[in-house]
Every structure is written in structure tokens, then in C-alpha cells.
């Protein structure tokens, strides 16, 4: 059944992310109807990716059904499918399947993966963009351990367990962390084929510390860490090529390994219908501090695509969670008044990263925080994050086990297969 809008505007969301979210939750519905368009049927929580790739939590845990999330919206309506384009005259959007008209239209799509020019990498690497890639790297992570396990070949069996993670970002140093998890607790109680001092966990990162967008305090503390959890960094190299199952360093040393992971940079993803002055550096879109599409008062642009620069971020805000929700709880305030006058001030609440159980670090304003407690404060942090009270108590008691018991249980490889095929069904041909 599709929305009455006796006489109100129409607001279609390119994005059920952070910020798509967070305007269907804000808008007034006495004002408004809304049609929310996402290419998955799902919300989901990317800064858990990397534990679903670690198998330390499963994909249900951290998603959502956006259905489920607007049952009791009447002002909602959910389409599931691919914005293809936007007619800015027309004012409509149309995916795969449907043209929708609004009254106005918010760009929450979020970022793809960006290779820097190397777009031979994307079929090469591991990426943690979603939860398709993060149970991709999960099912590699498995697979790894189990030809490994079997493997005669001593020089051979350790090129089965060579992994390489490409940027030392929040990402990169939790994911390396997660599987030096794995290397050091799990690997010598359950894989008894494999010698832990086999597998081998390189971080390549381009800068001079880990964890670059923190405190030094915070990078140094992180380095350590992971060093405890036997993974090893290369700092001021980057990545020139991949090619061979060799990395070409741009030092000049080349690595041998067969899982590249990939997490070195985000880019938008163009849509199709506006002109190319609106896009900014990245993809993104340029916005002014009301969250304008440059050139359009009836298009917003939010979160990760948007593009802004103030004095204190010269190079646009950062493409964080915390900046999604409040520039759509900003943007949510001046549409329900009629009135652009409120404009957007990010209120930085401070950024974490997690490397294994137990340690963490947390800057947090004047409060930096390292080891157990900023753990603690990272574990709170992101289950109240989490979408659903089902869901929040499911990664607690996963959490829970594996900090009780040193392991996860959710070491299950499970491989995708074909589907018959639909010739009328489109998504089939995706
Ligand atoms: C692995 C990882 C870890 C992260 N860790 C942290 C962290 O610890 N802290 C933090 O603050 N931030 C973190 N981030 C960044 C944070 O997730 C983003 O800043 C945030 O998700 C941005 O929200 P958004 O709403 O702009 O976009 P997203 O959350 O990316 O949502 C975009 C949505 O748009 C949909 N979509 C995209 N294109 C189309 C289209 N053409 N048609 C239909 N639907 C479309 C997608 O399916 C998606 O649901 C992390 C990101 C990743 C990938």
C-alpha cells in the first residue's frame, strides 16, 4: 500500500545509512511523507564490520530491516532498489524499477570503496564497505585457515597465511588487530596444523604513525598494541601496486601476500542527472551550512557524500557517523520549521579505536583514554550505537562469551550460491 499525502511534502532518501535514518526518525509527519529508496533491505552498523569479518559477530546482530525500523511510520513507505538517476526539472529519482517524483530530495548514499586511480585492485583486494564484503573476508579469513591446516608445503603454507592490510586507520588497525586476535588465541587451540608464527599480519600505512586523525599519545598506544598481538606496520609507504599476489611498495620493497585488505580510502559514488559543479573533492557533494546541493534549494546532500569546509575543517567535515546524525537532525529542524536558519556545527564528540580485547584507545575532548577503560567506554559506546534492543543484546552476550571463553563461535564458512534464474526478476541480472 503506498503513502496518502493529503497535502504533504514529499521527501524521497537516497540512503538508509546514519543519516537517511536519522531524518526518517527526525521529520515531522504531520508535514510530511516520506519514501525512503536503499539498494539493501537492511540498516546496518559499518563500524562492526571488521567483526563480522573476524567472525566475532554475526551479520543479523548488526542490521536492521528498514521495514521493521518504520512499521509503525504510516508516513513511510520503503522501496528497495538502486538510484540510477535524479531528473533535477522533473523532480524526480529513478532506480531499477520505479520513477518516484519529491517535493524534495536528500542524498544520504554514503561512499564506495576508492583505489586511487588503481581500479585493477577491485577485483584483487578485500574491502570492508558492507556486510556482503565483510562476510567475503570473513569466508577468506576461514578458508585461509582451513587450506593452511592441510597444507604439506612448509614455504607454501605460509603464503597461505600471509595477510597484508592497506591503511592504518580506525579500519585498518582493528581489523589487523582482530585476526592477530585470532593468530594468538584461537589459531593454537583449534587449528593444531598451523603454527601461529606462520601466519603473518602486515599493516601498511602512509603516513608516520598508526591511527593518524588521533592523538599521538592514542597512535603510540595503539602501535603497541597491536606489536602484543604480533602484527607487524610499515609507516611512510604506500601502496603502488598489486599484481602476483606481490605488493609493490612505493620503498621499493615488494611482500608476498594472498589476502590484501583494502581500507585505505572512501570516494562517492556519482549519481547520474546533475552537473558536474556540484561535486566536490571525493565525489562529494558540495553543500552550504544548511545542507544545500550547490544550485538546488530542494536537494540536500548529508553525511559522508556531503561536502562542506568550515574554518575548522578546511578540507570538509570528516565522513564520520556523529557528523551524518547531526546534519540530519539539523537539516530534519529546518525543514519542520519552513525556515533554513539554523545552520550545521559539528559537535565533535571524539573518535576510539578498538585492537583486540581489552585495549582501546578514546580521545574524547581533554579526556584521552588507553587499555581497559577506553575498552570499556568503546564497548558502551557502540552498543548503544546499535540499531534495535534485540540487537544490542545479542552483540552483548556475544561479547560477553568471547571475552569469557578467548574464542567466537561464529566461525562458520558459508559459501554463496547460485540462485535459479528469474528472467522477469531484474535484480537477478545485477
Ligand atoms: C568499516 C567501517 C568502519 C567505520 N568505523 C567508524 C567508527 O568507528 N566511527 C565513526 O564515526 N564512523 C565510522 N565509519 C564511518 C561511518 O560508517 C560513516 O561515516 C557513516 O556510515 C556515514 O553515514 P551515511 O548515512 O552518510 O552513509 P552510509 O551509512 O554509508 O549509508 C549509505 C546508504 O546508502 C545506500 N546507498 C548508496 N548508494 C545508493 C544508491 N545509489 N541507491 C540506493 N541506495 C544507496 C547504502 O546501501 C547505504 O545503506 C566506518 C565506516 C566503515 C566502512
Redesign the pocket.
Known sequence: MGVENNGKKHVVI?????????VIKKLDKKKFTITL????N?????????QIASSGLDTGSISFPFRREIRHMRHVRFHM????KVDTTAKTVT?QFETISYDYLVI?????NNFFGMDELRDKVYT???VAE?IRLRNEILDRLERASIEKNPERKKQLLSFVVIGAG??GV??AGAIGEMKRYIIPREYPEIDKNDLKILIVEGADRVLRTMSEDASRHAREYLGHLMVDVKLNTSMLGYDNNMVKLANGEEVYCETLIW?AG?VG?P?SGFEDSVYAKGGRFKVDSCNRVYGHDDIFA?????YLESPKYPRGY????????QQ?RCLCENLNKGEFNKTFEYNDKG???TVGRNRAVADLHKLHMYGRPAWVTWMFI?LISILGMRNKLTVLINWIWAYCTYSTSLRLLVRPTKYPYRHHWDLAKE
Not at 81 to 84: A, F, Q, Y
Request: charged letters at 15%; aromatic letters at 8%; hydrophobic letters at 45%.
Open positions: 537516497i540512503g538508509g545509512g546514519f543519516a537517511g535514518i536519522n529508496i536503499d539498494r539493501h537492511f540498516h546496518s552498523f559499518p563500524p562492526l564490520f571488521y532498489g538502486e538510484v540510477k532506480t544520504a548514499a554514503g561512499t564506495t570492508l564497505k558492507s565483510a580506525p579500519t582493528e581489523v581500507t572512501i559514488e549519481i548529508l553525511g559522508d557524500i556531503a570528516p565522513q564520520l557517523a556523529q557528523v551524518a546524525i540530519a573518535s576510539m579505536a557502540h
